[in-house]
């Protein structure tokens, strides 16, 4: 295929043939679509290929059906780009330098071997509204910037870590979100780096107690007014070390505005001192409560946690700044 040219599936089936890609396609909606699938060919229920090869940096769209990479996708180092809603996933064992993968909608599975992830040294970005998933994924090392996406650990592992590459984990602005839902793999995320404007929500529903590590230390006893474990706390590491893992922090100063380091707990409505300092406020209340400033305040870790059990009740803060 050349570039501005759209390889474009009908139907639903495997294909063995060898298929070159290169370009966005035409009108920029993929160099391969799945945009309308609409019958079946030997009783398929997605589109699999077994052999693609890009030509260039490559736009894929699967906006109305899964598509299945089976076996070799050549790469040569180019960037490939994943428009459309449904899933895309990887599941051969031949990937050979892939570049960049911009994960702009919909779901990137990879279940394949080692080489799934392609070169290290690249890096895979998630945008809002996107979902990279590893499910069976033996590669060990590859760089991940998460903007306002998803990144969520599930299904078998042949590898018993991953470390993100590239210097760390990086947010961008939006809400991004980290997910461990089963097996032992460890993810390492190295240092956390973070934009104006990113949050990360990080959550471990698996056995292993070790999901996710950092060696991006504590603030006031927490990684962050960004980060959050579970939804409905802040995300803790260490005052030390490297390869910390992250867990939850369970110890929070009640209505206590007094200590510029406390992470305050507020359970009912309050009327603090003015011109306090504090490090992080949560609201996590089955109850109407609102706070009441007096002059000038500050929350130096700029976090403010609304979590779950507050539900439909009014929280407020009202009067200073």
Excluded: C
Aim: avoid cysteine.
């Amino acid at each position: 295929m050349k570039d501005g040219a759209t390889l474009e599936f009908t139907a639903e089936g495997t294909y063995t043939e060898a298929i070159t890609l290169t370009g966005e396609g035409y009108n920029r909606q993929g160099a391969l679509s799945l945009a309308n699938v609409t019958s079946l060919r030997g009783g398929a229920d997605q589109v699999r290929v077994n052999n693609v090869i890009l030509a260039g940096n490559t736009t894929i769209n699967t906006s109305t059906k899964r598509l299945d990479f089976d076996g070799t996708l050549s790469a040569a180092g180019f960037a490939l780009t994943k428009i459309g809603s449904s899933q895309v996933t990887y599941e051969g064992g031949g990937t050979t330098n892939l570049g960049d993968l911009y994960v702009k909608q919909g779901d990137f599975t990879f279940g394949g071997g080692a080489n799934a992830l392609g070169n290290a040294s690249n890096t895979i970005y998630i945008n809002s509204n996107a979902t990279l998933r590893f499910y069976n994924v033996a590669a060990v090392s590859k760089g991940i910037t998460l903007r306002g996406g998803n990144w969520i650990r599930d299904g078998s592992s042949n590898a018993t870590t991953f470390r993100v590459a590239g210097g760390g984990l990086r947010i961008e602005a939006g809400a991004s979100a980290l997910t461990h839902t089963a097996t032992s793999q460890v993810i390492h995320l190295d240092v956390i780096n973070r934009a104006v404007g990113a949050t990360l929500n990080i959550t471990n529903t698996s056995s292993p107690v070790v999901a996710f590590t950092t060696s991006t230390l504590n603030t006031n006893g927490i990684i962050g007014g960004y980060a959050t474990w579970g939804g409905n706390t802040w995300a803790v590491s260490g005052a030390s070390g490297t390869d910390i893992t992250i867990s939850g922090l369970s110890s929070f100063q009640t209505n206590s505005f007094t200590v510029a380091a406390n992470n305050v707990d507020i359970t009912s409505s309050q009327g603090p001192a003015a011109n306090f300092t504090i490090n992080s406020l949560r609201f996590n209340t089955a109850a109407g409560v609102t706070l009441t400033l007096q002059g000038s305040n500050v929350i130096s870790s700029g976090g403010i946690l609304v979590t779950s059990t507050v539900a439909g009740n009014a929280t407020r803060i009202t009067g200073g700044t």
